[in-house]
């Protein structure tokens, strides 16, 4: 596991940008995992300058979001869905046939997950995920005692992720209780992880996912296991690392 620590958020994101760009130069007809939240936004920023002032192409990339809530059609402004377009794909040149997200409104959500899965395999699996990271240690929405060998499914938000995204909604009780997010184990299935942290929030989290033991009490441990992963966090999130990187 590659571990970079940078002086601020903006230069964190920078890292991240480049290590993303390079793979949509050197693969273009690859695949990108997707996050949302508040730790991408300025990487989706530098992506957005480079397609624009750098000609960086996503033409031929096919995406694939990580999750999104149960219950929340496409447009509603609270879906990971109109995240990602707004924040990111409306301003780069994707083509919205090779755009991929879990439908928060499927009717039949196992089958639908096991069709997303399908979709991961059929486009060549992911080459690059991105991750963000909660301050409980969860991937996406693999809450703490999730299994490390999952794959998408719904799941149950734990009450602190619930506050945690409630930042987002106009009323806390109207953020959704359940969400379908890609499992661990089809995380852990993409060639590369990228995981961004920042903020000292994120600190006891990022302590334990590069040197505590692996555990599903905090299911962001397991990429220690991955062969390529790389975390790039700030200062901040560092604060809490007694190795030397
Ligand atoms: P954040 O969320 O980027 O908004 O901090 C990350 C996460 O919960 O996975």
Redesign the pocket.
Known sequence: MLVYIKENYEEMSKEAARIVAELVRSKPSGVLGF?T????LELYKELIRMHQHEGLDFSNITTFNLDEYVGLPPEHPQSYHYFMWENLFKHINVDRRFVHFPKGMAQDIEAHCEWYEKQIEKAGGIDLQIL???ANG???FNEPGSSLGSRTRIKTLTGT?RE?NARFFDDPSQVPKYAITMGVGTIMDAKKLLLLASGESKAEAIAATCEGPITAKCPATIVQMHRHATVIVDQAAAAKLTMKY
């Open positions: 996050a939240g508040g730790t991408p963000g990271i909660g969860h991937i996406a992720t945690a």
